[in-house]
């Protein structure tokens, strides 16, 4: 897509000429929208609201009469465009459907689960891979991606933490940029672009003792400081749309909230795009006390800022709550406004259809392939590495052992697209694929029995095994015995330990009690444990497990997450050494269940945690994360020092400088993730202990050394008193720059 060239133009020109070809300037898509809008009927309005699920003859025919704005789920150029064909050829006023799909870490081309993406740090990466999710979307004829999920959450019991971008803000928003980015490209008219949609706004992730759609009650400061800015950033970023959440916020629902929707949404943010309600959520403020009937909550909704309903069908009531006078025609209007006005922005009225030639050429490609294998190597994350047992050699004989060694559908994790189990790479296949299959034997061990519940979480159908030969793998298709995994590991120069979770036990409604390795995963690891060879614990999960037993007896801890279709090649690459580690964790990692919530930008205390009795803490455990936010090893070692705050002092409009010197003083070349961090010493309210204000990733050659320098504008630095007035406060500020969020080099800067 061309951009008309604006130097020199008139001014009166710009506004025209900053718009790529085929866009069309915000008032000329008014003035079609406002067109349109005279031509409806109130049943035709309604319909514009309406998303159902699925193609069925029904939803074609509910299309055809005009009772359809959207589907969702229809995957297929094919199927697609039959039922925009419904719309656009055979309904009274040819207007287009937009098709959505949750696209959350890749549609066909799996990418790694969104906690672990975002600790790769890596924004032009991770705006790469959502344009490579864009483009195979699209060319199976989906417009509108459900995704990017931006809930903070601080308790990984709650099984969605895996979908979300952890516990930082600041690293929220710039996740949420980079996704929008890559998602809607330079246009969201480009055949290869996606409109994309905010979710589940919010605080979502908040949901009280991690359980799934439960009740949330936070002060407006901490909605603000903690749960809002990665929306903010997505509505910076130009997105497209939202899509409010299930639970309720201080008692009123996510779907009926008129503060959040559309005091905080439309008229601070001033988002111009239209909100989805999540499914089946208008139906429920029946169960949630908060509407008599499904015409109530329509109108709840609709009032509240809510302008498509997903799946309900409450919005059927929308002409009978008009001439009823119920609900002013106007809140209609302005809700089918808002759709048509995407709609024209996404190019929908000019192409409709997608073209079936590009799913043979545009999906699952080496070059999508290569993508996902490269954002997977950066979000793994090595926890713990004793005596340089890492990288492996690869001549030595290796046991890979464990569950979810050769389990393929767990690799894409939950919410995969249209991710298929059978085009993913096993740890197995990935290690036998670099060293050859006479260096590796194989034993599964133990089973990890399934959790019904969690079934149907959007996991792709299991594969069987990989059928990868005879020798070292002749247990591959016998059952899990932890005799066979013994056996293997006395063989063997070292185990690589492939335990964790089945995707299926995180992500929606797959909440957990407890942070364990479920089934008799510790019966075999104690099994394995006793041979004395090296273990090389592969942790496989969606949450942060218990894992202080791992650090005591594992030489090596690398945590993979759930690393997408390339899981095992990126894993291997790893183990090997054909690349160092960089990927840092997004959340703080609990020692225990019991330290949960624990997140490092905590306020501090009057009684900051000591080992001494009388302060904040436990007897039983030390007042921290087993391991804090923002730490991952790699396979060097980085120095930090020479920090220089070049601003002392700045004004509340002004920019913080500051700069340290990292040094390379390992013997590999190696990335870094130096971070910065900052606190007010007094407020108004008191202040996080540290906040992240900006990181970058650095890389350096052994030996090498680089002033990394940060700019941070103070405007960054503001928080809300009680009162919610937001202010930069002045006085002394704590400045570091840092690997992790609990060490660094530490300076101070004045705001004045
Ligand atoms: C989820 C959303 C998702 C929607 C449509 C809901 O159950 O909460 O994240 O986008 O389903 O699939």
Redesign the pocket.
């Known amino acids: 897509m061309r951009v008309l060239h604006r130097v020199f133009l008139p001014s009166i020109l710009i506004l025209t000429t900053t718009l790529a070809f085929g866009q069309q300037s915000p008032s000329d898509i008014d003035n079609k929208v406002d067109a349109l809008l005279k031509q409806m009927t109130l049943e035709e309005k309604a319909g514009q609201l309406t998303q159902l699920a699925n193609k069925t003859p029904e939803s074609l025919q509910a299309i055809r009469e005009g009772k359809v704005g959207s589907l969702?789920?229809v995957l297929g150029a094919e199927n697609a465009n039959e039922a925009q064909r419904a719309a656009v050829e055979h309904s009274r006023l040819k207007i287009p459907l937009i098709l959505?799909?949750?696209v959350?870490h890749g549609y066909r081309t799996v990418f790694p689960v969104p906690i672990a993406s975002t600790g790769s740090f890596d924004m032009p990466l991770l705006e790469q891979a959502e344009r490579v999710a864009a483009k195979e979307a699209t060319a199976s004829g989906v417009k509108w991606v459900?995704a990017p999920?931006l809930d903070i959450a601080r308790d990984p019991r709650w099984g969605r933490i895996v979908?979300g971008i952890g516990e930082d803000p600041y690293l929220g928003s710039m996740v949420a940029a980079a996704k929008v980015r890559g998602f809607q490209g330079k246009s969201m008219a480009d055949s290869d672009s996606v409109v994309s949609?905010a979710?589940?706004y919010v605080a979502y992730g908040a949901a009280e003792g991690g359980r799934d759609y439960n009740t949330v009650d936070i002060s407006e400061q901490l909605l603000r400081e903690i749960y809002l800015p990665p929306f903010k950033g997505a509505v910076d970023a130009g997105i497209g749309t939202f899509?409010s959440s299930?639970q309720d916020l201080n008692g009123v629902p996510g779907v009926a909230n008129h503060h959040t929707l559309t005091d905080i949404l439309r008229d601070e943010w001033k988002f111009n795009g239209f909100v989805v309600s999540?499914?089946?959520a208008i139906h429920e403020l029946l169960a949630h006390g908060f509407a008599a009937d499904d015409a109530d909550a329509a109108a709840k909704a609709l009032k509240a800022g809510v302008d498509m309903d997903?799946v309900d069908n409450a919005f059927e009531h929308i002409p009978e709550l008009v001439r009823s006078g119920k609900l002013p025609e106007i809140v209609v209007d302005e809700a089918v406004r808002r759709v048509l006005r995407v709609k024209f922005e996404a190019g929908l009225f000019d192409h409709p259809y997608a073209d079936p030639n590009r799913e043979k050429t545009d999906i699952l490609t080496p070059e999508n392939l290569q993508v996902a294998r490269k954002l997977a190597q950066e979000s793994m994350v090595l926890l713990q590495n004793k005596g340089d047992v890492l990288p492996l050699a690869k001549n030595k004989t290796v046991a890979v052992i464990g569950p979810l060694a050769d389990d393929k559908a767990s690799q894409l994790g939950p919410?995969a697209g249209n991710g298929q189990a059978t085009d993913a790479v096993s740890p197995l296949e990935g290690i036998v694929a670099k060293i050859g299959k006479e260096h590796v034997l194989y034993a599964k061990g133990v089973d990890i029995p399934s959790y019904e519940k969690t079934l149907g979480a959007g996991v792709a159908a299991p594969a069987p095994p990989s059928a990868t030969g005879v020798g070292g793998m002749a247990n591959l298709n016998k059952p899990a015995s932890v005799d066979d995994a013994v056996a293997a590991a006395k063989k063997a120069d070292v185990v690589v330990l492939c335990l964790g979770e089945l995707a299926g036990m995180t992500g929606?409604a797959s909440s957990r009690a407890s942070l364990d390795f479920p089934g008799d995963q510790l019966k075999l690891a104690n099994a394995v444990l006793a041979t004395k060879k090296p273990v090389i614990l592969v942790v496989e999960s969606g949450r942060p497990l218990d894992i202080r037993w791992a650090t005591f007896h594992t030489q090596a801890i690398l945590q993979a997450w759930f690393p997408g279709v390339q899981a095992g090649n990126a894993i291997t690459d790893v183990l090997f050494g054909d690349v160092s580690p960089s990927g840092r964790l997004a959340i703080s990692w609990p020692r225990t269940l019991g330290e949960i919530p624990i997140y490092y930008n905590h306020r501090a205390t009057g009684r900051p945690g000591s080992p001494d009795r009388w302060h904040t803490g436990y007897l039983d455990l030390p007042n921290t994360p087993l391991f804090p936010f923002g730490y991952g090893l790699t396979y060097s070692k980085f120095s930090y020092s020479h920090l220089a705050v070049k601003t002392p002092t700045i004004a509340p409009d002004g920019t913080l400088q500051v700069t340290a010197e990292i040094e390379n003083t390992g013997s590999r070349e190696a990335t870094e993730v130096v971070q910065v961090y900052v606190h007010d010493r007094v407020g108004p309210t008191s202040r996080p202990v540290r906040e992240l204000k900006g990181f970058e990733r650095v890389t350096l050659r052994p030996g090498e050394r680089k002033a990394v320098d940060f700019s941070v504008k103070a405007n960054d630095l503001g928080s809300y008193d009680p009162q919610v007035h937001w202010a930069v406060n002045p006085g002394t500020y704590d400045v570091w720059v840092a690997p992790d969020s609990a060490s660094g080099v530490q300076g101070t800067f004045e705001v004045k």
């Open positions: 969702l789920g959505g799909f949750d959350i459900f999920m979908e949609c979710k589940h899509m299930f999540d499914w089946g997903m919410w929606e």
